[in-house]
């Protein structure tokens, strides 16, 4: 039942919230023990918040869920948690989440609230109008990294909320090819809006913001906004290069993606990826 709770919860999906870290990283402020031990307590109080509207979510796609070849395992869908369980868990989450906010700082609580507001619009109906509804999506990882600043009082790069911004749109139109797919090759219409999208239209868009994100990023570790003192910052596109020509692989040739989060914890070049680009950066921050 632990497991099955974990799942209600969307605990895998915590890594998400990761992105609070991200200003504090970049500003090269890692170390600072009070900011550190701030952005935890929001990390948990995002996480929370989230896992209630993760409730909700599945709640209200029930049956759609049933449909499909993974998401008809989720424990609501499967019928392994009740409603009434699931209501429960979901107002604890919510009040928890809320409360944790309020008290690290009022401005945090605020976001939480944005945050809140858009994902239940995004739920009672505007996922299903086609673009919005990926846009909708990829707005919360904005608004996690604007609140990991907010948490650590570090100020955010423009440049930095852009490239955020574009790799969690080019993450949800991966997600949402993987749907099309799903529903090309079996018939079951698990989201709405898949039918306003073609597997020629989502591959094309994909290789458009793959290029995107990748300019940007070359711009951004030539910028002055970076704040760095070191000129092999743009080394680490690398990594980023080799990381979207991946995913694209994946998205595209393997046509397996539809759970980012287990993407990054079962491809292993993706992993190892990851990992050099993390390592790479903080050489280049932190020792230079």
Known sequence: MLKTYFNLLRVDQWIKNSFLF?????????????KILHLIVGFFSFS???SAI????????RENDRKHPTKKLRPIAAGKVSITTSFVIMTICLLAGLTLGYFLEYRFMIMLLIYLAINISYS???KRVAILDMVMVSSGFVIRVISGGIIAEVPLSQWLIVMVYLLSLFIVLAKRRDDVYQFTI?????RKSVTNYSLEYMTATL????GVIIVSYLM??????????SSYLYATSLFVISGILRYLQITIVDNKSGSPTRILYKDKFSMVNLIL??????IIIYTS
């Open 22 to 34: 991200v200003p504090l990283f970049f500003a090269g402020d890692l170390f600072k023990t009070t």
């Open 48 to 50: 929370l918040v989230a």
């Open 54 to 61: 993760y409730i909700i979510n599945d709640y209200r796609d």
């Open 124 to 126: 009672l109906g505007l």
């Open 186 to 190: 079996s018939g079951n219409l698990t």
């Open 207 to 210: 290789v458009l913001i793959s």
């Open 220 to 229: 951004y570790c030539l910028s002055p906004e970076a704040n760095i003192q």
């Open 277 to 282: 680009w993390v390592i790479s950066f903080y």
